[in-house]
């Protein structure tokens, strides 16, 4: 079974403490450390990871990118995120697919709830990654400790290998 996770993109930054306030200085350094961090959950958990910004923040058309193996979406001019979301969730859902829509709005969440997806707030996504990243460390820390490898690797290679884990050429 497929598992798909649509991030309400500015939502999530509102609710968490240093990206909010991160968002306050530099809105871009907010948005990107948003989409690294849901990098790292897509690495971490296997599943399907989209984010959506609204455009009112990009100027022009609809975008869509991929950062690592994370989808970005920017909505077009006159359409929000919440109705991009609830359009990926009606467009997604299948007997195959679990899906969870990351936002604290609670109306966009009573929506997609009542178009078969999982509803999850911004804060236990939160907490949720905070738990991933403390298993990643442990587990970096573990393989350190055993030293699995005789080779020494310059910070160079290491980071070369970390962009491929990443999904990053």
């Known amino acids: ?81 919440d109705e991009r979301i609830e359009r990926l969730a009606s467009e997604y859902k299948s007997i195959n697919t679990r899906i969870f829509v990351a936002t ?18 911004s804060r236990e996504l939160k907490v949720e990654m905070e738990d991933i990243e403390k298993r990643i460390e442990r587990k970096v820390k573990k393989a350190r400790e055993r030293n699995f490898s005789s080779i020494s690797l310059s910070e160079e290679v290491a980071e070369i290998f970390e962009k491929w884990r990443r999904g990053q050429k």
């Open 104 to 121: 604290s709005d609670y109306t966009e969440q009573w929506v997609v709830f009542a178009k078969g997806a999982l509803r999850k707030s």
């Open 1 to 81: 079974m497929e598992t798909i996770l649509i991030v309400d993109g500015y939502n999530v930054i509102g609710a968490w403490p240093e990206l909010r306030s991160l968002k306050e200085a530099d809105f871009a350094k907010a948005r990107d450390l948003l989409i690294e961090k849901m990098a790292e959950y897509q690495a971490f958990t296997g599943c399907r990871v989209i984010i959506v910004f609204d455009a009112h923040m990009v100027a022009g058309i609809e975008k869509k990118a991929k950062n690592y193996k994370v989808e970005v979406i920017f909505t077009k001019e006159n359409e929000t995120a």
